[in-house]
């Protein structure tokens, strides 16, 4: 887009590490709405296309089974392993 990852960071939202750590491995967890809002706005990109961009990073969305989430209780086990 013509800027800097400095420079894209700041527009977003982040730090240049986390944005770095996004563009080299993904997102771990979903992002604050107020980020992900940001990256459609920067970006161009409509803000549903970055949202299913990061559930697939997150493996909330799965490639076999696009349009539906992972079950309930799967997505908790994941949550409470976290915590």
Same mark, same amino acid.
Request: no cysteine; aromatic share 6%; hydrophobic share 40%.
């Given at each position: 887009?013509?800027?800097?990852? =400095?420079?894209? #960071?700041?527009?977003?939202?982040? /730090?240049?590490?986390?944005?770095?750590?996004?563009?080299?491995?993904?997102? @771990?967890?979903?992002?604050? @709405?107020?980020?992900?809002?940001?990256? =459609?706005?920067?970006?161009?990109? #409509?803000? @549903?296309?970055?949202?299913? #961009? #990061?559930?697939?990073?997150?493996?909330? %969305?799965?490639?076999?089974?696009? =349009?539906?989430? @992972?079950?309930? /209780?799967?997505? %908790?086990?994941?949550?409470? =392993?976290? %915590?």
């Amino acid at each position: 887009h013509g800027v800097s990852e =400095a420079e894209l #960071a700041r527009r977003i939202g982040v /730090t240049r590490e986390n944005l770095r750590k996004w563009r080299t491995n993904g997102v @771990r967890r979903l992002p604050e @709405r107020d980020n992900l809002a940001a990256v =459609a706005r920067v970006t161009g990109r #409509a803000y @549903r296309d970055v949202l299913s #961009a #990061a559930l697939f990073d997150t493996g909330y %969305l799965t490639v076999e089974h696009p =349009a539906q989430p @992972r079950p309930y /209780t799967e997505v %908790l086990q994941d949550a409470i =392993a976290v %915590l």
